[in-house]
C-alpha cells in the first residue's frame, strides 16, 4: 500500500497571503495524484489533479505541481472561503489511499 | 445537473448489515467506473471498493474484503454497497464517487455502528 504523508497538518493563513501544502508518496505514483477540498460539513470537491491540471470550476489560485513521490498545492492569496481540509490521494495503484489532509486555517 | 444521491445509512448492530445505495443522474453512469468512500467522525478519508463500468474489475480495500460488496445496475443507474459482519470501526460517512480520480461525490449517508 502506498502511504501518503501531508504537511503540515494545520496551517494558519492570513486572507491574501499564499500557502503551500505538500504531500508525499511512500512509493512513486508518477503524476497520478489528486488533491481534494473539504469544507466544514460538506462532501469532498476535486481540486486539482495530473497533478496540476484545476478541476471545473477551481479559481486560478489553486495551482498544483510535482511527479513522482513529492507534489505540492500551492493556494495564491488566500480567501476566506478557502478554509477548509485538503486532501491529497494517489490513483495510481490499488488500494486507493489518501494523505491524513492539512487544514487551511484563516487567521 | 450532476446529482449523486447516496441513501440507506442508519444504525445498525455489531455484527450486523445494511445495504447503502447510490441514484445518479446528469452524466453516463453506464460508462463510469464508481467508488464508494468513507469518513469516519473527525477523520480523513478512506476509499472503500471500486467496480468498473461493465462490473468485470472489482477492487476492495483490505479492511473490508470479505465482508462488503459493491455492484451496480446500469439499467438503473444505481450503485450499491453490501456490507456484512459490521464493526464499530466501520461507522462513518459513506460516499459514492466517480471513477478513480474522484470528480463527483454525493452528500454522503451516514453508517453509525453501535449497541
Known amino acids: 500500500e502506498i502511504v501518503m504523508t501531508q504537511s503540515p497538518a494545520t496551517l494558519s493563513v492570513s486572507p491574501g497571503e499564499g500557502a503551500t501544502l505538500s504531500c508525499r508518496a511512500s512509493e512513486t505514483v508518477t503524476t497520478n495524484l489528486a488533491w481534494y477540498q473539504q469544507k466544514p460539513g460538506q462532501a469532498p470537491r476535486l481540486v486539482i489533479y495530473?497533478?496540476?491540471t484545476r478541476a471545473t470550476g477551481i479559481p486560478a489560485r489553486f495551482s498544483g505541481s510535482g511527479s513522482g513521490t513529492e507534489f505540492t498545492l500551492t493556494i495564491t492569496s488566500v480567501q476566506s472561503e478557502d478554509l477548509a481540509v485538503y486532501y491529497c490521494?494517489?490513483?495510481?495503484?490499488?488500494?486507493?489511499?489518501f494523505g491524513g489532509g492539512t487544514k487551511v486555517e484563516i487567521k | 445537473e450532476v446529482q449523486v444521491v447516496e441513501s440507506g445509512g442508519g444504525l445498525v448492530r455489531p455484527g450486523g448489515s445494511l445495504r447503502l445505495s447510490c441514484a445518479v443522474s446528469g452524466f453516463t453512469f453506464s460508462s463510469s467506473d464508481m467508488s464508494w468512500v468513507r469518513q469516519a467522525p473527525g477523520k480523513g478519508l478512506e476509499w472503500v471498493a471500486f467496480i468498473n463500468s461493465n462490473k468485470n474489475n472489482i477492487y476492495y480495500a483490505d479492511s473490508v474484503k470479505g465482508r462488503f460488496t459493491i455492484s451496480r445496475d446500469n439499467a438503473e443507474n444505481s450503485l450499491y454497497l453490501q456490507m456484512e459482519s459490521l464493526r464499530a470501526e466501520d461507522t462513518g460517512v459513506y460516499y459514492c464517487a466517480r471513477d478513480v480520480l474522484f470528480d463527483f461525490w454525493g452528500r454522503g449517508t451516514l453508517v453509525t455502528v453501535s449497541s
Open positions: 490521494q494517489q490513483y495510481n495503484s490499488w488500494p486507493l489511499t
Open positions: 495530473g497533478p496540476s
